[in-house]
C-alpha cells in the first residue's frame, strides 16, 4: 500500500473507515453502499455513512412508533414505516441539538440539505428497485440555499500573498530559519494553487513524475479519480523548477519516495498542513480575507474568465464536470459582462 498512488491509499483508507462505520447502520445499507459505488467518490460514501447513522439514531429515538425497537437490526420494512414528516421532524432537530458530548451543534442550509441528500439518496436507491414501495424522502422540500459572496483574492493582494511566501513574515530567528528552510516548498505549493486552480487533495497527491517541464503541464487526479493534464505559465515553472530541483537531493520516508511535495518529516505533505500552510501565510498577508486553498482556486478561476470570457474554458480547466457548477461560481462576473453589452452595439451613427 505505501508505494500505491496517492489517490489509491486514500481510497483504500475510506474504504477501511466505510466498512467500520457500516457496521452501526441496519444491514440492508450495505446493498445501497454496494450499489452506488460506481457512481459515487469514497469520501461521498463516508459521508452518506455518517449522516444515515445519525437519521436512524434520531428514528429510533425520536419517532414514536420505534419506541423500544432497536433500528440497525431492522430489516428494509422499516423505510416504509418512515414518514415524510419523520423526516422533516429530523431537519428541524438538526438545526439545534446536543450531542454526546454535551456540545450543543447547529446546522445552517448547507448541513441540512447534505443530511437531507444522504437519505433522498437511500430511499431513491431501494424505490428505484422497487424494494420500498414509498418514498416519502422526495416529498420534502429541499432547504433553499442562499448565494453568498465568493472570496477571492484581487490582483495586488495575490501579489502580496505570494512576497510574504517568498521574503517571510519575520518574527524570531528561529522563525527565520524555519521559513527559509520551507520557502521553496511553500511558494512552489501555493504558486501551483494561483496558477493552475487545481484542488489542494491534487496538488498533495502529485508526484515528482507527474511534473512535466517539457510540455509546462502536470498530471492529475480529479474527483471520481479521472487524470488529467493542467497547464502551466512562466510563473509556476519558475517556482516549480527551483523545488523540484531541491526535493530531488531529499531523502524521502520509506512509502513517500515519489511525493512531490515532502513535510517536514520528509512523508508525502498531507491536505490538513497544506491548508495550514496556505492560511498562515494569506492571514498575514491578507487580514481581512478568509482565505483557504479553495479561495485560490476561485481567485485562478475569476482570473481566467475575466482575460478569456470563456465559461466553458474555465469549467475544463477547473476540472467541473458540469458547466452550470463554474457558471454559478462566476455569475458576478457574467453579470458584468452583461452590462457592458449595452454600449457595445450603437443604432444610429454619430
Avoid at 451543534?105 to 437519505?119: D, P, Q, Y
Avoid at 422497487?130 to 432547504?143: D, L, S
Avoid at 495586488?156 to 512576497?163: G, I, P, S, V
Amino acid at each position: 500500500m505505501a508505494n500505491d498512488s496517492y489517490h489509491k491509499q486514500m481510497n483504500i483508507k475510506n474504504e477501511l473507515k466505510l466498512r467500520d462505520l457500516r457496521k452501526d447502520l441496519p444491514p440492508f445499507c450495505d446493498r445501497f453502499f454496494r450499489g452506488i459505488e460506481p457512481t459515487t467518490a469514497s469520501r461521498t460514501r463516508i459521508a452518506y455513512a455518517i449522516d444515515l447513522k445519525q437519521f436512524f439514531t434520531f428514528v429510533q429515538h425520536h419517532v414514536a412508533t420505534f419506541a423500544g425497537r432497536t433500528v440497525n437490526t431492522s430489516d428494509i420494512t422499516i423505510l416504509d414505516e418512515i414518514t415524510c414528516y419523520d423526516i422533516e421532524n429530523y431537519l428541524d432537530y438538526l438545526k439545534v441539538y446536543t450531542n454526546d458530548e454535551g456540545i450543543t451543534v447547529t446546522n445552517g442550509e448547507n448541513g441540512l440539505k447534505r443530511k437531507l441528500s444522504a437519505v433522498r439518496a437511500l430511499y431513491r436507491y431501494f424505490y428505484f428497485h422497487h424494494e420500498v414501495k414509498n418514498n416519502p424522502a422526495a416529498q420534502v422540500a429541499v432547504p433553499k440555499i442562499h448565494e453568498k459572496a465568493i472570496v477571492r483574492l484581487d490582483e495586488n493582494e495575490t501579489a502580496e500573498l505570494l512576497d510574504t511566501v517568498e521574503y517571510g513574515m519575520g518574527g524570531s530567528e528561529q522563525q527565520q530559519r524555519f521559513h527559509e528552510k520551507n520557502k521553496d516548498r511553500d511558494l512552489a505549493l501555493v504558486t501551483l494553487l494561483l496558477g493552475t486552480g487545481i484542488r489542494i487533495s491534487e496538488c498533495i497527491g502529485l508526484n515528482i513524475a507527474d511534473v512535466d517541464f517539457d510540455n509546462d503541464r502536470i498530471k492529475v487526479t480529479r474527483k471520481g479519480g479521472n487524470e488529467a493534464y493542467v497547464y502551466f505559465g512562466d510563473e509556476v515553472r519558475e517556482a516549480l523548477q527551483i523545488y523540484y530541483e531541491q526535493r530531488r537531493s531529499l531523502t524521502a520516508a520509506t512509502g513517500h519516495e515519489n511525493a512531490l511535495f515532502l513535510s517536514n518529516r520528509k512523508s508525502r505533505m498531507t491536505v490538513r498542513a497544506a491548508e495550514i500552510l496556505v492560511k498562515k501565510y494569506a492571514g498575514a498577508a491578507v487580514s481581512l480575507k478568509k482565505i483557504t486553498p479553495h479561495k485560490l482556486r476561485s481567485t485562478y478561476g475569476t482570473q481566467l474568465y475575466k482575460e478569456t470570457g470563456d465559461i466553458y474554458l474555465v469549467a475544463d480547466v477547473l476540472g467541473h464536470k458540469d458547466v452550470n457548477t463554474t457558471r454559478r461560481h462566476y455569475a458576478a462576473i457574467e453579470e458584468e459582462r452583461r452590462r457592458s453589452a449595452k454600449d457595445k452595439v450603437h443604432l444610429r451613427k454619430d
